[in-house]
């Protein structure tokens, strides 16, 4: 029977998931030589040999040459290892071969997909303009995946990301947006059926929190947001990824969701102002977090005497000493953290960062995670432990 290229969905959930996700990960040095690498399943299954295009810009499904045009009949053992192979960020082509419960991949000398990434605006393309659908969204660059929400790596960080309704967590602010990450939805129903991770496209979203990398931002139709287009696909500029986090979403399953920020106020998305070209904007490669001076935060900072409740570390300059303030429950929305002492603590730069960035928790006893000790207190300063296990939830999922 002659094969046809035709495109299956990757697997969401499955008994070979695992196997194959670990075997590729001890064994991905000789995957990269292009030597081929042997997974010992139960026997049964399809017997054959096919080979499979993995895009890392298209996170929902994968090409092959399989000899049959109906996706739902596509071995169940190589979507598996197609998965994993995505899952473990290996893209371009490999030729994956079962039989009777033996699983072989080899990658393809030469097919590797470099994708040139380009974080900023895309030259040419104005902030409002709206296109038809997602291939041509596609083709003009602006979000390259046509179905998966995220554009981005693990190792690189996210480009672009869509928002056009499809999780029932995401909340849209205009200039700020909740953004919920993908993963464990049901692709049928829609439906959240398991925990996210925080992997592929999650992990690419977080990489910005780090590298300062901007996200193009396009909205979709969506009837929920009154920011949303009536139809097709608009672009609405930039936004910086500033927080990430964990926590129980509508269905009690835990769902990553980000906080983006407009990089500067967006303009009118009037369709006869559309042709002005926007310049390049220089990107700044900084920590996206907020030090703040307050009343509040000197207190408790002179409280200290300006030494990291973690590290113990008492920086002098020129003109004195110097410790920064961290919110554990951050301010605004959607965490809505309150400005008191009891939800201050007393860091110096390094460990404010990994607070921030959930490297660092603190556990009841205030023990620390990510440190070894325990957070450094004194009576004149009492943290409320309803703070700390909040961060400890919502942030100590990585």
Not at 66 to 86: G, V, Y
Request: aromatic share 6%; glycine share 10%; net charge neutral.
């Amino acid at each position: 029977m002659e094969s046809i290229i035709v495109d299956i969905a990757y697997a969401t959930r499955s008994q070979f998931l695992d196997i194959c996700e670990i075997a590729i990960k001890e064994h991905r040095t000789k995957l990269d030589a292009g030597d081929a690498i042997r997974i010992i399943l139960r026997e049964g299954g399809y017997n054959g040999k096919v080979s499979i295009t993995i895009n890392p810009d298209d996170q929902s499904s994968f090409s092959t040459d399989w000899e049959r045009t109906d996706p739902t009949r596509f071995p169940a053992r190589i979507k598996a290892a197609a998965t994993a192979l995505r899952d473990c960020g290996c893209d371009g082509k490999f030729e994956i071969n079962h039989s009777d419960g033996l699983l072989k991949i080899r990658s393809i000398s030469g097919t590797s997909i470099h994708m040139h990434r380009v974080f900023g605006h895309i030259e040419g393309i104005n902030v409002g303009e709206i296109f038809p659908n997602r291939r041509v969204l596609s083709e003009y660059k602006v979000h390259k995946p046509t179905q998966a929400g995220i554009s981005g790596s693990e190792s690189e960080g996210a480009d672009s990301i869509v928002l056009s309704g499809g999780y029932e967590d995401d909340r849209d602010y205009g200039d700020v947006i909740i953004y919920t990450g993908h993963g464990g939805r049901n692709p049928l129903s829609g439906h959240q059926v398991e925990d996210q991770k925080m992997k592929r496209g999650n992990l690419a979203l977080a990489r910005n929190i780090t590298t300062g990398l901007p996200v193009r931002v396009v909205r979709g139709p969506d009837q929920t947001s009154s920011f949303s287009p009536a139809e097709g696909y608009r672009y609405d500029g930039l936004y910086r990824v500033c927080d990430a986090w964990s926590e129980k979403g509508k269905s009690g399953l835990l769902v990553w969701r980000f906080r983006l920020e407009a990089v500067d106020t967006q303009p009118g998305h009037d369709s006869t102002t559309e042709n002005k070209q926007r310049p390049q904007p220089r990107v700044s490669q900084t920590v996206q977090r907020i030090v703040r001076d307050t009343v509040l935060s000197r207190k408790v900072k002179k409280l200290h005497g300006f030494s990291c409740q973690v590290c113990g570390t008492r920086l002098e300059g020129p003109a004195g000493p110097y410790a920064e303030a961290a919110h554990i429950r951050p301010l605004g929305e959607p965490h809505n953290g309150p400005d008191i002492p009891g939800n201050l603590l007393c860091l110096c730069p390094n460990h404010h960062v990994l607070f921030d960035l959930g490297a660092i928790t603190i556990n009841d006893d205030l023990s620390l995670n990510g440190e070894i000790g325990l957070l450094r207190t004194i009576p004149e300063h009492t943290i409320n432990i309803a703070y700390i296990q909040y961060h400890r939830e919502h942030y100590g999922a990585r």
